[in-house]
């Protein structure tokens, strides 16, 4: 293996750090401040973050296995299981979404609080998440890593997450407009759904 292969795996092992490191603080303290406030987006949104937590292990054991010498084939098998998993993570993730904000909308749900911590939570992951995924993106393509690939997008998902969570946080703290909550996360699920798609038949990046 060359160096600059070998630095690129171990920038793309260090990000899956980064990402697993704040995504379990992400989601403890979304799904606690969803459930209490009664929001489906903030709700997802923790969801989101554990799930993201579980593609960064994967994805962290296909990086480390190239690191650690495994033979081109295994390296490749598992590259192959890593992108499975991560899109597979992403299409759970969007019927989860389609399912409770749908749920809220018909109003089987409890019509969401406000939610200042919440809104405090997006708004940090609305800075630090676009830079996170864009980093991933890049070293995946270098790598040309399906499974990195999956997980950028997954990261930069979150990321336009944050933003239309903080945005329904927002319009139901100022107006009241509970529907907004539920709206703004069903406005994700075809960017997730595709990309998980992509992820489970494994499509390489052709752009």
Do not use: Q
Not at 58 to 69: D, F, H, K, Q
Not at 84 to 90: K, M
Not at 126 to 132: E, F, H, Q, S
């Amino acid at each position: 293996m060359d160096e600059r292969r070998l630095n690129l795996l171990r920038r793309g092992l260090r990000l899956e750090g980064v990402t697993l490191g704040w995504n379990v603080l992400e989601g403890a303290i979304a799904v606690g401040a969803g459930a209490v406030s009664a929001s489906v987006a903030l709700i997802g949104f923790g969801i989101d973050s554990f799930i993201e937590t579980a593609s960064a292990l994967v994805v962290g054991w296909r990086l480390r296995s190239e690191i650690t010498g495994r033979s081109p084939e295994r390296a490749e098998a598992i590259e192959r299981t890593a992108s499975r998993v991560a899109g597979s993570l992403l299409l759970l993730l969007a019927a989860y979404i389609l399912f409770d904000a749908g749920r809220h909308l018909l109003g089987f749900g409890e019509p969401p609080r406000e939610s200042l911590v919440g809104i405090a939570l997006t708004s940090i992951s609305l800075v630090l998440m676009p830079v996170l995924g864009w980093a991933k993106l890049r070293t995946a393509r270098e790598l040309n890593s399906r499974a990195l690939r999956a997980d950028a997008f997954e990261t930069i998902a979150c990321a336009w997450l944050s933003l239309t969570t903080l945005g329904g946080l927002v319009l139901n703290a100022l107006f009241g407009w509970w529907w907004a909550d539920p709206v703004a996360a069903l406005v994700l699920v075809p960017l997730i759904a595709r990309e998980g798609l992509e992820g489970v038949r494994g499509e390489e990046d052709e752009g």
